[in-house]
């Protein structure tokens, strides 16, 4: 038989967009629950992590050396994460500074949309979260998405031009010449701690 890519790539769309608008709707049975549960309390622990450590390093190296923090010790801790569990964990912007590791996908960008209504209609983004059972060519998997607000701490790598101060704008513009992760308010979506884990089928 020949398969029409084309065809198989729209019924894959048709099928993620119907599983996306009854996501949450559903009761998830207990296998998926369990890894629901599991998904959030590895993002929520991630993220802890990352603020502890920026903190400390903001502390004793000033806003220069804590660029470090988002740049290695995050996307490490991922990387570790994923291995340790056999998902893949990353972190994924609204709008990006590293495009190779914080580009969000198409399923993470509709979801970061809803993200940002729900937060319109009032929700906070600590504690917002989402999950879907997707299926594409390479298989089934849970994919979960864990909002990132923007604190007032970020400001100074992820603020206005004025508020970032010189050096770290040096710094920045040498890295990432492309960043467009700047000019966020605190209050606003930075992005989310993104976790996709592999079903049996
Ligand atoms: C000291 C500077 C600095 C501070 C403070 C900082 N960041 Fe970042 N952030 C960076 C750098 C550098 C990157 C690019 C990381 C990379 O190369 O993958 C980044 C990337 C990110 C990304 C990944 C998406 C992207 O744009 O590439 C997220 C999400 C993020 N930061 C969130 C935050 C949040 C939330 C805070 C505040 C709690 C924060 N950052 C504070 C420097 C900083």
């Not at 009854?22 to 369990?34: E, H, M, S, T, V």
């Not at 991630?46 to 920026?54: I, R, W």
């Not at 917002?128 to 400001?155: F, N, W």
Request: aromatic share 4%; proline share 5%; with cysteine.
């Amino acid at each position: 038989m020949k398969i029409n890519v084309r065809g198989l790539l729209a019924v894959t769309a048709l099928i993620t967009a119907s599983t996306f608008t009854l996501a949450g709707n559903l009761a998830p049975d207990a296998d998926i629950q369990a890894r629901i549960d599991e998904a959030n309390t590895t993002a929520a622990a991630f993220l802890k992590q990352l603020g502890g450590t920026m903190k400390h390093e903001m502390q004793s190296g000033g806003p220069v050396a804590a660029m470090s923090v988002c740049r290695d010790a995050a996307p490490k801790i991922a990387n570790d994460i994923s291995l340790k569990k056999g998902w893949k964990v990353t972190r994924v912007g609204t709008r990006v500074r590293n495009p190779m590791l914080g580009m969000p996908d198409a399923w993470e960008q509709r979801v970061l949309q809803s993200f940002e209504k729900r937060a319109a209609q009032g929700e906070k983004y600590s504690g917002m979260t989402h999950y879907e059972v997707v299926e594409e060519p390479a298989g089934k998997s849970l994919r979960y998405m864990k909002a990132i607000g923007t604190a007032p701490q970020c400001m100074v790598c992820h603020g206005s031009t004025a508020q970032i101060a010189q050096p770290v704008r040096e710094r920045l513009n040498v890295m990432y010449p492309h960043d467009k992760a700047v000019g966020y308010k605190p209050g606003d979506l930075r992005g989310a701690v993104s976790i996709k884990q592999p079903l049996e089928d």
